[in-house]
């Protein structure tokens, strides 16, 4: 720890003040969020987070897929130490998702503001545009950009599922920002953020080392057969779009099954047409999320989908379009940014698991540019995207202090000559 | 046949004229209809069918669940003999089914107006409300009404797909009418249809000649599960509300393979919440319809399905609510009306074929009151509830004449003293 703050603290209740206040924004049912990305509830989180920032001092600057970044200067010009994430929620979301990170970023500063605290780099804050990908595909869209992995133009041509596209949206909300991507690479690149899985809660571990993100394949399957009447078509001569959908989501579940480890597989999104109970739906669209540690078996289970997708296109005749949505490859995180991480987490009295994660998020795409890392904090029963998620403020409290910590090294923070902790 | 009038036949092309503009109104891409019950377009194109009762001089009365009968006058007072069908759709709908038995009907007055023929008894011609089901449970909910198996109080009381009930609907659209339910039961009944299966046309014969209609159970199955992030939760802590849907997709289809005979097995309707890629489902909705000619058959389908929901809901720990929507046993029809058709179809130099009906028809409400019968046409290769649902001209036109024969005999029918054909 640089000198003179090594008992520097956050405020715990300032931050749950934030959680809560950004809370209401699209708040829903049981306690969750809506705020599916570049949507009027967006906006309006957007908007109260920019006034955060403008309230600490930040300099704002909004880029053009809509990333905005709140800048504190160093004693030295150059790239920031940066903590991120994202505000954008899916439809039945949680409060934590994301938002922890960027709003735990900005109680670091408020807390260096307060202490007088100086940094030799400059901090930055930062949110994401479209984390989630709920509304359009695919998720990490606003890093991606950022890092200059997809190309703006052709993001902001993307249609979402209702059917207007990301530069509209970013147009109409007042987000489309002229500063430049991809953008200038951060000294370093810190994400607070719930784990969204069970592992830590059931353990009974206060900090998750994240060592690194799981590989994502998100594949839309379109199915076209022939709808006819549901009475008087023998089951031999059928080309049931609805029931080749259902054979998917048979497989997927026992090929996941089937090879352990790591891979997960979600159907999440279906849609039948007509969808009219006395009719064989003659198109049906789903979705399939599989995720793996290993880019070999992610593979390995993508090809033994599409040799299903196949097999079904000839035993039921329908025709069958696949479309990749998103593929990241697994993404190891730098081993020093790993070990900071866990030591600052010890030094402050916490226990530590190292693991995987098995969401995505914007540290993977960061980690491409500068050194990364992320903190985990406990979910209790792992729930996430979904109203229950929750994270107990002592946890909060303890991920916010080890990200205090880890930036400060980082940015090299120090009281100004002549004040003392 | 009745004196004076064995020569009698339908005009062609003024039947071809009435299904042609009655497919105008809800028309569809590639040629069909979408003319949901109790929708604008069912309202618009009971309008027209009704202009059309009133300029051939019959009597129309509507009844409270939107039931429409014209007649024609006989010699004698006393209940008609009715010729009927229904002018719905299903929302990818063809422009045949029902709408033929209707407007057959209208054509077999036109030609006894032409001709001068009065008959004993009087004549009808009905069309009954929501045959189809596709937008109010169940099905055959006009006829249901009109022959009093269910009650209109509970019925005006369903809401539909899009949360509105029918009641409303009736009011909205002018065909909440005062003729008494249940109805006087006609003297007999006649339902000219299409096969809207393959069979017919396979075997390039031109009647049908119906013995029975198939029972029919629909179930809608909700399921709810557990929503969480589709990366980090472990395929073995899962209450995936969405696979479980897919298992009973994949359970319906083996089933009715493994039945054979006649059975058949659709899911035709799903729903999946919040339906986004990366959300394992915390509530799916689906519908199964399953038929079969033999009533022990049906039941059994129906209690294998219950057993793999009840094991699905211990294996995969979803909680599952099973909702009947239609129940309707197989249906005999008298076999001296069985007789009849046959024996005029024969008459008229056609061939002929004893089959079971694969959908369900208001004609097997009315088999409950009075003597019933149904004649087939060929569907060109079974469309149906498809746009590309299509009977060759020849085909209407040889099954409205065998509608027209069996009519006057039913009815009585004749040339008054002093005309002579």
């Given at each position: 720890m640089t000198s003179g703050i090594s008992n520097l603290k956050i405020n715990a209740g300032r931050l749950q003040r934030r959680l809560a206040d950004l809370a209401t924004i699209g708040a829903i049912d049981g306690g969750g969020c809506a705020r599916l990305a570049l949507s009027d509830e967006d906006k309006a989180g957007r908007d109260l987070v920019c006034r955060w920032m403008g309230e600490l001092g930040l300099s704002i600057t909004v880029d053009a897929i809509g990333n905005v970044v709140g800048v504190r200067p160093g004693r030295q010009a150059g790239p920031p130490v940066m903590a991120g994430s994202h505000i954008d929620t899916v439809r039945?979301?949680?409060?934590?998702?994301g938002n922890l990170g960027v709003l735990a970023g900005l109680e670091v500063i408020e807390t260096l503001n307060e202490a007088g605290v100086e940094t030799e780099h400059p901090l930055a804050v930062a949110f994401f545009t479209n984390?989630?990908?709920?509304?359009?595909?695919?998720?990490?869209m606003g890093s991606l950009v950022f890092t200059g992995v997809l190309p703006l133009a052709d993001v902001l041509q993307t249609r979402g599922i209702d059917g207007s596209s990301v530069g509209e949206n970013l147009t109409r909300i007042g987000?489309?920002?002229?500063?430049?991507?991809?953008?200038?690479?951060?000294r370093a690149y810190v994400e607070l953020h719930?784990?969204?899985?069970?592992v830590l809660d059931h353990e009974g571990i206060d900090i998750g080392v994240v060592e690194s993100v799981q590989g994502i394949s998100w594949t839309e399957i379109e199915i076209a057969g022939v709808s006819n009447h549901a009475g008087t078509t023998p089951m031999s001569l059928r080309c049931d779009a609805g029931w080749a959908a259902g054979s998917i989501i048979a497989f997927v579940r026992e090929m996941a099954e089937e090879m352990g480890g790591s891979q997960v597989a979600t159907v999440g999104r279906i849609e039948f047409f007509p969808?009219?109970?006395?009719v064989v739906p003659n198109r049906a669209v789903l979705t399939v999320d599989l995720r793996n540690t290993r880019e070999e078996s992610l593979r390995s289970a993508e090809a033994r989908l599409l040799a299903h997708v196949a097999a079904l296109r000839d035993a039921e005749k329908v025709q069958i379009a696949t479309r990749c949505l998103a593929r990241f490859e697994p993404v190891p995180f730098a081993p020093e940014m790993t070990a900071l991480v866990e030591r600052h987490a010890r030094a402050h009295g916490l226990t530590t698991r190292r693991m995987p994660s098995g969401a995505g998020h914007d540290a993977q795409m960061l980690a491409a540019v500068c050194p990364a890392a992320m903190i985990f904090v406990p979910s209790v029963e792992g729930?996430?995207?979904?109203?229950?998620e929750f994270t107990h403020p002592h946890h909060i409290e303890a991920g916010a202090n080890v990200l205090l910590s880890v930036l400060c090294e980082l940015a090299g923070a120090a009281k100004p000559a002549g004040v003392h902790s």
């Open positions: 039945t979301g949680g409060r934590f998702d984390e989630e990908g709920a509304r359009f595909a695919p998720d990490m987000y489309a920002g002229n500063a430049p991507v991809p953008a200038q690479s951060p719930i784990e969204q899985g069970p969808n009219l109970v006395n729930f996430s995207h979904n109203v229950r």
